[in-house]
């Protein structure tokens, strides 16, 4: 595993145990009868998940950075073909066009 996977898998694990603190925060102040125990559990449950599924996105996301990679030094010169195809398209398309004098 590389270091970025163990720092991706490292995140995960925080995830998951934030979101079980939650859960039991939730449950004890829920059989306590404590509303601000329960809604600061509700609310780590939610960080727990949130901080899980970001780790799950940019692990996604490295994969496909690296796909793009191995394609562009596997193809150098379609890639530059390929950049120049959309930055000319893109200047054609945000730049403003100018009036005919006449």
Known sequence: MTESGNETFVEKAKGAIEEGTGRLKDAAGGLTGDLGMQAEGKVDQLSGMARREFAELYEEGEGKVEK????????????????AVVGLLAGLILLPRRAAKG
């Not at 793009?68 to 950049?83: E, H, K, N, T």
């Open 68 to 83: 793009a990679v191995l394609f562009v030094q596997d193809r150098p010169l379609l890639s530059v073909a390929i950049a």
